[in-house]
């Protein structure tokens, strides 16, 4: 009898060693995936501002943020991260690579503390490894990787708290708390994770639930208290001024697929839009009504709560869109995506196994698909090679005008790479530098708006003008600038980059 107990023990051993080998195995590959080509493509336009901030000191960092529209914690830790790392393209990158890294085993723990299943962690596992929003912003040198682990970490000590000490809402408190100090936008995701907390199945009841989460709060707006006013500020500032359009029920939708782990507009080379369409609702609501039909009051609960927690800011953001400003853009979303891997983590324990079996490989497939259009598809704006080009131009006589006026951030960045003294700089509707302190989104869209940059042409009298243009549906959408120039001086050549410009003009 002891023999065959300790030959159960041995094969149960075994076979918890390769379930633990092959979630090892997954989430080394989806760290990999994070890291694949990460300094391959130049700096894209928001990148080139996260690129220069740091170059500032750190009570500098916070007073230009503060005019600016995002809260400074990202980019006092992207400071730090460029002075060990370096300001290449990869290095800037890379805290945002290495926190959607750490994120991936905190949502396999999650979905161990929820499922208690190695089965269900291998599939939570697998799902946020090959997660395509969570992939793309890793990659980029902007907050929504470091927001995302963030908001992972208060997920799981939320879950603990439910099955055990309420000291792990600490963790929760300060991880939100951090989180609302990188994006604005995760105050959504503290609502979100509210509601969700006031779901999740656990041991204290509603009304200690309520008081827990109130306390949280409390917690996470007097840390956040000193910043309050720079946020109202930001708001009334972009009113009317951000470039987001109102979003469509087919932006929803595109939204929601996205923080499914996938991409219409990569899976759509598959077949038909309309099929690809139904196939993707098919896929995602159905594992939402497996989960949420589950044979456990608690897999309900958890299912429930999640589901809250991942979709609210979406559908908030959304409808906020729909009354006033619009800020719906696909990326201030990716901490949704944290969401659909552990819904899946679920599927193993349900009633339908057997739609497990459809519908687990069935996104993992397209999420596989989505990430492979990512890499091959998905081209970011050749600054490097745009700069490359103007860096070639003679200085002597020549000035540079950059429309949007961000652009100057980028032509820094890369003669810091490639050497070389700079050009004489503008910009309308007036240079970046030229502000106090400076601001991103500058327009033109009036003709007086470039009355500095003709003044500028007439004071300076270059023989050559060198037009980078960049985002100029919202910068500059009638053609302002060029017009004003073309009336001084006359186009004579002309290279297009990948979503950048660069007209030359003489005399």
Known sequence: MEQTQALEDTVTGRSRARWLAAVALVIVAGWVLRFWQIGQQSLWFDEGYSAWVVTLAPWRIVEVIRHDVSPPLYYLLLKGWREIFGESEAALRSMSAVASCLAVPVIAAIAWQITRSLGGVLVASLLMSVSVLQIQYAQEARSYGVASLLMALALYGAVRRMQGSEWWLVLSAAMLAGSVYVHNMMWFYV?????????????????????????????????????????????????????????????????????????????GMLARAWVIGWAVALCLGGLCVVVLAGRSRDTVRWSSGLLLIGLFPILAVYGYAQVSQSYFVEKIFTASSLTL??????????????????????????????????????????????????????????????????????????????GGK??????????????????????????????????????QNPEKVVLVLSHTHFSDPNDLTRKAIEREMKLVGQKSFHLVDVLEFAR
């Not at 990430?371 to 091959?376: D, K, P, Q, S, T």
């Open 422 to 459: 700079p050009h004489s700089l503008a910009a309308a509707p007036q240079g970046f530098h030229e502000l106090e302190p400076p601001k991103t989104i500058q327009r033109v869209l009036e003709e007086s708006d470039t009355d500095k940059l003709i003044e500028r042409l007439h004071k």
């Open 341 to 418: 891997p552990l819904l899946a983590a679920l599927l193993p324990g349900s009633r339908a196994k057997v739609a497990g079996f459809v519908l687990i490989p069935a996104i993992f497939i397209g999420s596989c698909i989505s990430v492979w259009g990512y890499f091959a598809r998905e081209i970011k704006e050749d600054w490097r090679g745009a700069i490359e080009y103007v860096n070639s131009i003679p200085r002597e006589k020549t000035m540079v005008v950059f429309v949007a006026n961000e652009g100057e951030l980028l032509y820094h960045y890369y003669i810091r790479q490639l």
């Open 191 to 267: 609502a979100g994770f509210g509601l969700g907390y006031l779901v999740i199945p656990g041991r204290a009841g509603l009304g200690r639930r309520m008081a827990e989460f109130a306390a949280i709060s409390v917690a996470v707006i007097l840390i956040y208290a000193w910043w309050i006013p720079a946020l109202l500020g930001q708001v009334r500032w972009l009113h009317g001024n951000f470039w987001a359009p109102v979003p469509s029920p087919r932006d929803l939708a595109q939204v929601l697929v996205a923080a499914g782990g996938m991409k219409l507009m990569h899976l």
